[in-house]
Each structure stands twice: as C-alpha cells, then as structure tokens.
C-alpha cells in the first residue's frame, strides 16, 4: 500500500542549529515527491518538489531534500534555522496522470518544528 | 496572480446542521481537490475534480458530503446533516501541469 511516514511528531531546534526532518515513503513506482510547509493561520505552501534528476533539489526559504531511491527517503534539510521557520512541514508523494493533467497525493502527518532561541 | 481562496475560513455548527465550503481555485486551473485533516492527523484526500467533473471521489466519507463544482470554477462542500468526528481542516488545492498543488488556507470546521 501507498504510504508516507513521517517519523517525527514534532521537533525542536535551536535559532541557528541544522535541522533534518526526515520522510519516507512507500510506493510502486517513481513518485513525484513534494514537501509543504503550513505556518500558522496560513495554507500549505509547496517548499520544493522532485520529479526526476538530480536528486538533491533546491527550495524556497533556503531549504533543500534530497531524494534516497535505495533507502525510500526524501528528507529536509536546512542548514541554518530561522525562529520564522517555526510551523508544520508536511512531506507527500504522488503521482500525475497525463490523462487528466492531475495529481493524486498521499500526505505524511506532519512533523512540527519548534524553534528556540 | 490570485491564489486558492477559502471561505468561510472557521464554521461552527452544531451537530445535525448543514454547512458548506467554497473553494476558489487559481484561474484557468482545471484540476481542484479536498482534502480534510482531522485531529492533527495526516491530511487525507477528499475528491478530485477535473474541470466540472469529479475525477475521483474515492476518499468522500460517506454520504453526508456532496461536493459541486458546476461550471468548472470554484467548487462547494456541502456536508448535511455534520456529525462531531466531521470537525477538522478542510483544505482545497488546485493544479495545472506538474508543478504540484497550491492550496488554500483551509477551513477550520468544529461541530459541536
């Protein structure tokens, strides 16, 4: 079955520490793979995507993942923590269908990141 | 450009109520979606419609949920008569092409 773990409930850094959150999945074939990240009050909004190539993929806000196929991972990094970067981070694979020019997604349950000073 | 517009942004009703969401996805996106997050848990699927058809509705809990999306713009969720376990987070995305979804801010449902 079609799944996405997110190991970590939540995590807690301090302002200037490197953070990993880490993200596994389960699917049948290349997925797309996507993180979002959810501040409060606001939507979630697409922090960086991989589709094919390199597997070290650049995104917004200063955050990178990199995608492991031999370990089914797709894990965040960023190497400096700003207290801004407190919120909920979401990682999702999916596929998309040329059909329909859609995509059907599976979310992990969130992992969220605390910031200290 | 416009994004994913959401209203109401929080609803409170009361159990056995009716209540409906609208969604309005960016312009000239054929592809919307629900999904509901419930109790901090994962965010799971509703529905997917392209343009004004409904492409998959797989992840619909049962029938107290009816989701329209007559013309192919913005979409409604009606849920009727709402039960307590219907509280949660009522998301809509919309996409076009491969560059993944753009949400909305939600709607935080409670039925109390």
């Known amino acids: 079955a079609q799944s996405v773990t997110q190991p970590d409930i939540h995590i807690t850094v301090s302002e200037g520490a490197s953070l990993e959150l880490r993200c596994n999945y389960s699917y049948g074939a290349t997925p797309y793979l996507f993180w979002y990240v959810q501040s409060p009050g606001q939507g979630l909004q697409l922090l960086l995507k991989?589709?094919?190539?390199?597997?070290l993929v650049q995104g917004i806000k200063g955050f990178e993942a990199e995608f492991k196929r031999s370990q089914s991972s797709f894990n965040l990094r960023k190497p400096s923590v700003h207290w801004s970067d407190a919120a909920e981070y979401f990682c999702a694979v999916g596929a998309f269908s040329w059909n329909t020019g859609g995509f059907k997604t599976i979310f992990g349950a969130g992992t969220r990141l605390f910031v200290k000073a | 450009e416009a994004g994913v517009t959401q209203f109401p942004s929080h609803s409170v009703i009361e159990k056995g109520q009716t209540v409906t969401l609208r969604c309005d996805p960016i312009?000239?996106?054929?592809?919307l979606y629900w999904y509901r997050r419930v109790m901090g848990k994962e965010i799971k699927f509703l529905l997917h419609f392209v343009k004004e058809s409904k492409q998959d509705e797989s992840g619909m809990p049962n029938n107290r949920f009816l989701a329209e999306r007559t013309g192919g713009t913005y979409s409604t969720l009606k849920v009727q008569p709402a039960e307590l376990e219907d509280s949660g987070v009522y998301f809509c995305a919309s996409s076009q092409g491969t560059d993944g979804y753009t949400f909305g801010s939600g709607t935080r449902l409670t039925v109390v």
């Open positions: 312009s000239g996106h054929d592809n």
């Open positions: 991989y589709f094919s190539g390199d597997t």
